[in-house]
C-alpha cells in the first residue's frame, strides 16, 4: 500500500547501498559501484563525496587494473576511524570488542563469567571493559553506537533481556543500562545470540547470498537465527526464534522454561553430559570433551552423541518443512554435535522432512568462527548507520 | 545492498499503490487518497487519468461529505470490467469463480470431486467450467490472470504441483496445463490453500493491519499459510508452511507421506473421525459431524475432540515459540476443532509456548468465510497487476 519513495528517501537509500557496499566488500573502484549498483558516474560521484565529507569513506590511489583507460578511484570505508562496540553476554563468558566499518575486530576484552552471575555483577565487568577500551580510542573517531548478544529472549522495541534462564535474568533492562553508560545520545541494540550470529553469516559469511537460512545456535539452551525472504524473522515483539522450546518429546526431560521434552533438553548441553554419565560437569569444554571421548572410542559418549544427533536431526526436519531454507547452519555447540553425529542427523532428517522442502538444502557449519557473534553484534550498530548514513554519522 | 528506485521504478510503485488501495478499500476520495498515500494532489491526479485510460479505474461523483468547500471526486476500481478467474482444487470438490477487481465474487461454479479423482480427469472438469463462465463475460473486459489454491505442495516458480497427498497427485504441471487452457499470455499461479487463505485474510479479512500471523488451515491435512514482518513465508523453493508434517509425536500413526506422527496424524480429518469411532466415513461433512455429536453429548466425539483440541493447542505453542505471531488464525476443520476444543487448546498452548513469545497473541476464525479461499487465488492474480499496472494490465 506504500506509495514510492521521495527524493530525499532515494538520496538515503542510495547512500547506504554504496557504504554497505564497501562495508561488506572493503575497497572498491568507482567504476565497480557503477556496475554494482546500477547508478551512473556521476551519481556515484556525488554520493562518494558526502560519504567522504562525513567521515565515512575516503577515496584512495587507483587499483592497477592493466586495463587502457584512466584508472577509477577506490573507495573504502573509514575502517579505523568508524566504529562500533560489540557486547556478548554468554554462559561462561562476557566479551566487548570495538569493531571498526568494514567488520574487522579493532580491540577486545574478555572476562570469565561465573555461573549464575547476576545482571548487577555483570554489567560493572562490561562497563569496566569497555571503559577501558574507550581511553584507548584515538582522537577523531565516530561511534555509531553498540550491539550486544544475549542468550536469551530479547524485546526488539528497547533492548529489555525478558528472559535468560541459562544465566539465571529475568527483566533485565541491558540496553538501557549501557546506553547511560555509553553517553549521551548513543544508541544500543540487543539481540539473541543465535539472531546476531545468523545476521554476521549471512552478512558476510557462510549465507552470503542466500535468502532463506536457518542458523541453529547450541550452548546450554538452543535458539536459531532466521532468515526468510532476505530479511531477519524477528516476530511480533522481537522473539521469533525459540526453536529450542520447541517441544518435541511430550515425555521428556522437564526444561528451564517451565514445559518439557523441549528441544533443548535433548540436543542442549545437559543431555550430552548427563547422557555421556558426566552429570555433574557443565560448560562448553565439558561437552567438548564428550566429542573428543566419542571420537576416542567411549561407548557411553558415543551413544549420547549418537541420540543427540538423531534429536538434532528430528528438529531440523520439522523446520525444514517449516521453513524449506535454502541452508541450515550449525553455531555453537550444535556445530560439533553436527560434525560428530553427521550419520544420525542426515538420516533422521531425511525420514522427517518432505522431498521438496530438503531437496536444495545445504548444511553447513558457520564460517565466521568464535567472532561471529561480536561481528553480528556489531552489525546490529552498522544497521542503523546504514539505513541513513549521514543522519546517524 | 539495493540502490533507490528510478524515477520510472516510483511512478509504477504509486500506481499500484493507488490502484491497491481502491482495491482494498473501494470507492475513495481524491482526498482522501492524497493523505493516505502520502502524495500531493497534482501527483494523485495524474497517477488517477493513467489508470483510467488504462481501464482500471473510473472517476465518479463525489461522495456527500458535510464539509464546507468543494468536494473531491471519488476513485473507484473498475470492479465489472477487470477480472480474475480463480481456481480451488479441494478434496471434495472443485471451484471456479471470477473476481472482480475489488475482490468481489462475479460469478461461480463448483463441481463435486469423487475422492481419488486423478488431475488429469480433474482438469477437463475444471477448464469445462472456465469455458462456461468465460462465455458469460461481456465484451471488453480485462482478464489479468488467474490464481489456483490446491491442498499440496507447490513449486512457486512454474505452478508445479509437486505432491498432493490428500487427491493422490504428483508432479502435476496445473501450472502451465491452465494457463494453456486460458490462452496466449496469460498468467497462472499457484499457491497452497493455507497460503492463499492467509493471504485473502492478510489483505480484507482478520489480519488486515497484522504483520505477523499464521493462517492454520485443515481438512484431510493441515497446512500454514505464515505472514512474517508483512510479507508472506514462502521458503527457498515455495514449500515453507508444512507444519501439518511437523512431527509431533514421534510414535504416532504412519502419515501418507511415509514418516509418523505428523502433527496431521493428531488434528486432521483421520484422527478425528478415527478417535470417535467412524473410521470409515470420510470427508468434511463427517467431521463436522463428530463435533455436533459432541455438542449432543456423545462421550467418544467428545473425547476426540478434547484429545485433538489438545494436540491443536501442543502444535500452536510449539509455532508460537518459533514465529511470536500476533495473530493465529484457525481456518478449515481447525475453525471447528478450536471452537469445539478451545479450554484444551488454550491450556495446552500455555503450557508449550514461552510467556514472552505468547503475550499478545490472539486467537481468531477467518473472517472471510468460506469464499476466502477463492478470494486469495485471485488476490494471486491481482498481485502482479498491482505490481504493474499499466504493464500487466
Not at 562448553?284 to 572410542?297: K, M, N, Q, T, Y
Amino acid at each position: 500500500m506504500r506509495a514510492g519513495p521521495s527524493q530525499e528517501e532515494i538520496r538515503r537509500q542510495n547512500l547506504g547501498a554504496l557504504l554497505r557496499y564497501v562495508h561488506i566488500h572493503g575497497a572498491t573502484s568507482r567504476a565497480e559501484l557503477t556496475s554494482a549498483l546500477g547508478l551512473n558516474r556521476s551519481t556515484i560521484g556525488a554520493l562518494t563525496a558526502d560519504l567522504a565529507n562525513a567521515g565515512l569513506v575516503s577515496e584512495g590511489a587507483p587499483k592497477e587494473t592493466g586495463r587502457a583507460g584512466r584508472p577509477s578511484p577506490v573507495v573504502q570505508p573509514e575502517w579505523d576511524r568508524v566504529h562500533a562496540y560489540a557486547f556478548s553476554i554468554e554462559v561462561d563468558r562476557l566479551r566487548v570488542a570495538r569493531i571498526g566499518l568494514g567488520g574487522a575486530v579493532l580491540d577486545r576484552r574478555e572476562v570469565t563469567r561465573p555461573r549464575g552471575l547476576v545482571a548487577a555483577e555483570a554489567v560493572p565487568l562490561l562497563t569496566g571493559a569497555l571503559k577501558e577500551m574507550r581511553e584507548a580510542v584515538p582522537a577523531g573517531t565516530i561511534c555509531v553506537g553498540a550491539g550486544i548478544a544475549v542468550c536469551g529472549v530479547v524485546r526488539r522495541a528497547d533492548g529489555m533481556v525478558r528472559l535468560s534462564p541459562h544465566t539465571g535474568w529475568v527483566d533485565e533492562p541491558l540496553g538501557a543500562t549501557l546506553a547511560a553508560e555509553l553517553g549521551a545520545g548513543a544508541t544500543v541494540t540487543v539481540g539473541n545470540v543465535a539472531d546476531v550470529c545468523a545476521f554476521a553469516e549471512h552478512a558476510r559469511g557462510a549465507a552470503a547470498g542466500c535468502d532463506n537460512v536457518l542458523y541453529l545456535y547450541g550452548d546450554v539452551g538452543v535458539g536459531a537465527g532466521i532468515i526468510a525472504g532476505g530479511r531477519r524473522l524477528t516476530g511480533h515483539g522481537g522473539y521469533g526464534g525459540e526453536v529450542g522450546h520447541m517441544v518435541v518429546n511430550r515425555d521428556g526431560a522437564p526444561c528451564e522454561c517451565g514445559s518439557r521434552g523441549c528441544w533443548e533438553t535433548e540436543i542442549g548441553e545437559y543431555a550430552l553430559l548427563r547422557g555421556s554419565g558426566r552429570a555433574a560437569a557443565h560448560g562448553r569444554e565439558a561437552v567438548l570433551a564428550v566429542f573428543d571421548a566419542a571420537s576416542r572410542g567411549d561407548a557411553r559418549a558415543q551413544a549420547a552423541v549418537r541420540q543427540a544427533g538423531d534429536w538434532l536431526g528430528f528438529g531440523v526436519g520439522n523446520l525444514v518443512n517449516i521453513f524449506n531454507p535454502e541452508m541450515v547452519i550449525f553455531g555453537g555447540t550444535l556445530r560439533d554435535l553436527y560434525l560428530a553425529g553427521a550419520a544420525q542427523v542426515r538420516s533422521r532428517l531425511n525420514s522427517v522432512a518432505l522431498p521438496a522442502c530438503l531437496e536444495h538444502v545445504r548444511l553447513r557449519t558457520p564460517s565466521l568462527g568464535d567472532d561471529a557473534v561480536l561481528i553480528g553484534a556489531a552489525e546490529l550498530a552498522f544497521d542503523r548507520l546504514l539505513a541513513d548514513p549521514l543522519d546517524a554519522a
